[in-house]
Each structure stands twice: as C-alpha cells, then as structure tokens.
C-alpha cells in the first residue's frame, strides 16, 4: 500500500523499488549511482529509442492508409476534418493529416461492418433463421 511504513521509497508503480533494492541486499551489492555524462547519455538513447518508435509506428499507419488514398476502395471524402489545418487539395501530407486520414479510415470501415451487420439481419429474416 502506498502508506506503508518501510524506509525504502515507492515508485508509480509500488513494489518496483523494493523489488530492485531487496535483490542489490541479495547480491551484497550496493547500486552504482551514474554520473551526469552518463544519465544525460542514457536520457538521449531512450529518447531517440521512443522517436524511433513512433516513426516506425507512423510509416506502419501510412502504408496501412496507402490503398485507402489512392482511391482505389471507394473511401469517401467528407470534406476537411475539423483542425485538421489542410486548406488545399486533399489532406496535409504531415503527421496530423495521417493521424486524420487514419481516423476517417476506420469510421469508414465502422460504416462498411454496420452495412454487412445489416445485411446479415436482413438475410436471416429472410431465410427465418
């Protein structure tokens, strides 16, 4: 519990500290404290680690959206999103207008499923399933 009476501090997540710090009293160890060339070292790595990540995640999201902006399904257009900062032709090539493009795409395919749900209804109605 987050009252406890322990000398030991708690992180976010409660029992991660006491975890680590009973396994360095195991090993008879105490935890080596890194210097600030090494902390800002590793601050940078993880940065760049969680920068990768998201572009990684954003290529993903653009080559799931390629066959929906070629026209090639008939995905509607609804016109500009609100905020969506794209005035010309189509939509903003940036990170924004992917995140938009994203959305419509899966409201497009709620409508799509919905239709199909539909029908299945209908079907059964028919055959008196």
Known sequence: SATSSSPSKQDS???????ASAASCQTGRAKVLLSTPQKRLNHIMSEQKRRNAIREGY??????????????????????????GSRGKGHSKGKSG??????EY????????????DEVLRLEAAAGI
């Not at 997540?13 to 975890?19: D, E, F, I, L, S």
């Not at 992917?98 to 959305?103: G, H």
Request: hydrophobic fraction near 40%; aromatic fraction near 4%; include cysteine.
């Open 59 to 84: 290529a993903q999201l653009i080559s799931l959206l390629a066959p929906a902006g070629a026209q090639a399904i008939d995905m509607p257009t609804r016109g500009r999103p609100k905020g969506s």
């Open 98 to 103: 992917v995140l938009f493009r994203a959305v």
């Open 106 to 117: 899966c409201r497009w395919l709620e409508e799509g499923r919905d239709a199909l749900m």
């Open 13 to 19: 997540t409660g029992t991660k500290r006491k975890r």
